[in-house]
């Protein structure tokens, strides 16, 4: 059975009871205060009779005439001595038999109101219900007064059809409106249970519109929005972290075949007939020194990249730009005495960061244009601000990138001339790796050609940002 069946269920069932409660009592109630009206009147007419009944002789029929007029539409039953009881109607002649006959003895034992009970007696139109009370009773008579039930149980009868037709057509309407409150309330658990089965298909991306914090089923909805949105993070997570993985495992394999395969080559030399010979045992020791050191360099790129992807937990704190920039130009300089290498910045531009990271970009870009310029080409490096941004920008008046190039400088193993060889081009790991230390800080990396010549580099990085390791 379904909940809204269940909940249904349950309205109806307790408006049933309800209704139930409020007929009865409803009935109840009534029949009591048509009772109690017709004993009081009962009692009233009992206590006149009595006053005109003789004591000391049985009673006759014409001790009777003093009441008809008082009391019309009454009967009162007469018993004398043992007799069947006589009952005559007061303002008209008819007769009626009791069966049984009531006595004092019946009178005493019925539980009803005191010294009233309903009773039936035999009439000449049938049987008709009456409420009797006993006024005297003794050894030689028993007198009885009777009021007919009829119009009372008419309209008790009315009352409980009355009640069964209202009760039908409540009962009706809790059913009606019972399942509409029921599917209104219900919907977000229809969507919610749409959502998941979508969601089972492979539709992480479903949503459940339109939930409102106005009661438990709208919670649970947007919980359930909350929970799917997380959930789709980390499948997300989960698939690029595979993506980096394959993609790092397919591209350490591709550089490091030729390193490899030139190892594999100097060693076989080195069996041929290499070792005993010194130039070549000299040649082959330099060959294999040589690769081994360009696969270390790879290597150590590629595990950076790894651990900048995944965004390890680091300790930020703050630091200078402009320190570490020209700490970079100073290294810069003694590797190539001949470059000119200039610089232009605000002093103590201050940052959250890793310092170690940002001077390894500074050095990347340095190192970028050293391998794709020409040895006397100048270099220019700027640290600034901009709208709440640290920029560093590194430019040179090379030849510049062309544009397929330009698209492509970020992505890894990118190499500015497919001509030049391993060995004098590097990996093309550089400028990925600025990216990655970019992206890390909450920053971008760009890359523009310069309007005059050459290509400028530009790395932007929050000032106020507070850095944290990424979830």
Same mark, same amino acid.
């Given at each position: ?48 009779? #009595? ?158 519109? #339109? ?141 959250? $960061? ?33 709208? $709440? ?8 008046? $090379? ?26 081009? $590097? ?45």
């Amino acid at each position: 059975m379904s909940l809204r069946v269940r909940l249904l269920a349950l309205a109806t069932g307790l408006a049933i009871i309800a209704l139930g409660v409020v007929d009865v009592a409803t009935y109840v109630a009534l029949r009591s205060s048509l009772y109690t009206q017709i004993d009081r009147s009962l009692h009233a007419s009992a206590a006149a009779l #009595g006053e005109n009944l003789p004591s000391a002789r049985p009673v006759e029929e014409h001790d009777l005439t003093t009441v008809v007029a008082t009391t019309p539409g009454l009967y009162v039953g007469i018993a004398n001595a043992g007799d069947s009881v006589s009952w005559q109607q007061l303002g008209g002649r008819t007769t009626l038999v009791a069966t049984p006959p009531p006595s004092a003895t019946t009178v005493a034992h019925l539980p009803a109101t005191p010294n009233a009970y309903p009773v039936t007696l035999s009439a000449q139109s049938g049987e008709v219900r009456y409420r009797v009370v006993m006024e005297s009773a003794s050894a030689t008579r028993s007198v009885f007064l009777a009021e007919p039930l009829t119009g009372v149980d008419q309209t008790l009868d009315r009352l409980l059809t009355i009640e069964i037709i209202v009760s039908l057509a409540a009962v009706a309407a809790v059913l009606g409106i019972g399942a509409w409150l029921i599917s209104l309330t219900l919907r977000p658990l229809t969507q919610i249970e749409q959502a998941a089965t979508e969601i089972a298909a492979g539709d992480l991306s479903r949503r459940v519109d #339109g939930a409102r914090e106005r009661d438990e089923v709208g919670r649970l909805a947007i919980a359930f929005n909350v929970m799917i949105e997380r959930i789709e993070y980390l499948f997300a997570e989960q698939s690029s972290s595979a993506s980096v993985l394959r993609q790092f495992v397919a591209d350490a394999s591709h550089e490091l075949r030729t390193p490899l395969t030139a190892v594999r080559a100097y060693a076989e030399l080195f069996e041929r007939g290499a070792k005993d010979h010194p130039d070549d045992l000299a040649r082959a020791m330099r060959g294999i020194q040589r690769e081994s050191g360009r696969m270390s360099v790879l290597v150590d790129d590629l595990l950076l990249l790894a651990r900048l992807d995944q965004h390890p937990e680091t300790v930020w704190q703050e630091i200078d730009l402009t320190e570490i920039a020209r700490n970079a130009i100073d290294s810069a300089r003694i590797i190539e005495p001949h470059r000119t290498v200039t610089f232009t910045g605000e002093n103590a531009v201050i940052v959250q $960061g890793n310092p170690e990271a940002l001077r390894r970009a500074i050095d990347n870009l340095l190192t970028n244009v050293r391998m794709h310029t020409p040895a006397r080409t100048a270099a220019h490096v700027s640290i600034t601000r901009d709208a $709440g941004d640290a920029l560093i920008s590194v430019s040179d008046n $090379g030849p510049g990138m062309s544009e397929e190039l330009r698209v492509h400088a970020f992505a890894r193993f990118t190499r500015g001339d497919t001509s030049r060889s391993r060995e004098a081009g $590097g990996a093309g790991l550089g400028l990925a790796i600025v990216a990655a230390i970019a992206d890390a800080h909450h920053g971008s990396a760009a890359v523009t050609n310069s309007n005059r010549k050459g290509t400028v580099i530009t790395i932007r990085i929050p000032i106020t940002q507070r850095m944290h390791s990424r979830t």
